[in-house]
């Protein structure tokens, strides 16, 4: 049995520690947070530090804490000989990350990040289309994920750049920044960008806007956005043959949903009245399994059944460093 510790105890934390008892191979036996739940299984001891967290007899740790402290977490916890899963985004900056991979390199534990969307049914459809080359080359990709905001949003901790390292960019754009590089296998070296507070009274950004290309002049267009007042997810992929849509995503609240893959394949187009009509295919998915299939990933790469194929320390530093050139190249942080 794997013996497992929760740092960070809020919404996300208590999901993961909902998934974690449905696995068979794992039990939650400690926990650490700034404040005692009120109520907590009789089997798990609430610890008052991460330090006493730490001394526990525990096997491997869970940081879903604010981002200020992510990469400090999950460096200790590694050079106390734990395997460590640590929630989006990986740290505030790269250089943090940095100190994590030294540390993993030295430990020979398993380290995952919770890139969660890599896991939902139609996303994973749409690698399996992309990657059989049925669609031929990839030519293009533009993505749109926006918040709907609320009353208290400028309140919330992930606005203010010291606790978070950003703002919407950092928090929702990263999960397409993510999606894009794994759907493209591209590392995007030429970046145009404008980051700007468009709204909201926050020290952070509210929208984030990049247009982004490969050295095969893969081109990706990016909006990441806290004021389109609605909940809204959008990934378009055009390629030779064809297009692959992923067009909403399943959440908690749902509020994203439905979550649907729609495929179409270029035809009639050399016939007048069919001009730009293609047949599509659209999959609709009920279904979210996303957090289960990611920690079966991280459980079973423990038990040495297979290694991480999604959430890697290499991925998740690509794909921060891909955030944190959005915000060089726009100015906005160094003009503040």
Not at 281 to 299: M, P, Q, R, Y
Request: glycine share 6%.
């Amino acid at each position: 049995m794997i013996k497992v510790a929760i740092a960070g105890f809020g919404k996300i934390g208590q999901v993961r520690a909902n998934e974690l008892e449905k696995n068979e191979h794992t039990k939650v036996v400690a926990i650490f947070d700034i404040k005692e739940p009120e109520t907590l299984d009789k089997d798990i001891k609430f610890c008052k530090s991460y330090e006493e967290l730490l001394e526990e007899d525990i096997d491997a740790v869970f940081v879903c804490a604010f981002n200020n402290v992510l990469a400090d977490f999950t460096t200790l916890a590694l050079n106390a000989g734990k395997h460590v899963f640590c929630e989006k985004p990986p740290a505030r900056t790269s250089n943090e990350l940095l100190t994590v991979i030294d540390a993993e390199k030295k430990s020979n534990l398993i380290l995952k990040y919770g890139f969660n969307h890599r896991y939902h049914y139609s996303i994973i459809e749409a690698k399996k289309i992309v990657d059989s080359g049925s669609m031929g080359k990839l030519l293009w990709l533009r993505g749109v994920y926006g918040k709907a905001g609320s009353i208290d949003y400028d309140k919330n901790w992930r606005n203010y750049r010291e606790q978070s390292g950003g703002g919407i960019l950092i928090d929702q754009g990263i999960h397409m920044l993510d999606l894009m590089r794994y759907f493209s296998g591209q590392a995007f070296t030429h970046i145009n960008s404008f980051v700007t507070t468009s709204y909201w009274d926050i020290e952070s950004e509210d929208n984030a806007f990049a247009i982004m290309q490969s050295d095969e002049k893969i081109t990706a267009m990016l909006h990441s956005s806290a004021t389109q007042w609605k909940h809204k997810f959008l990934l378009e992929m055009c390629f030779e043959e064809g297009y692959v849509n992923l067009d909403g995503i399943l959440s908690g609240t749902r509020s994203y949903a439905p979550e649907s893959l729609v495929v179409g394949r270029r035809e009639f187009e050399d016939i007048t009245f069919a001009m730009g009509k293609p047949r599509e295919t659209i999959t609709w998915f009920e279904n979210d399994d996303s957090w289960k299939l990611e920690v079966d990933e991280f459980v079973d790469a423990i038990l040495g059944k297979t290694t991480i194929k999604n959430g890697t320390s290499k991925d998740a530093y690509e794909t921060l460093r891909l955030v944190e050139r959005i915000y060089e190249n726009s100015g906005f942080y160094s003009d503040k």
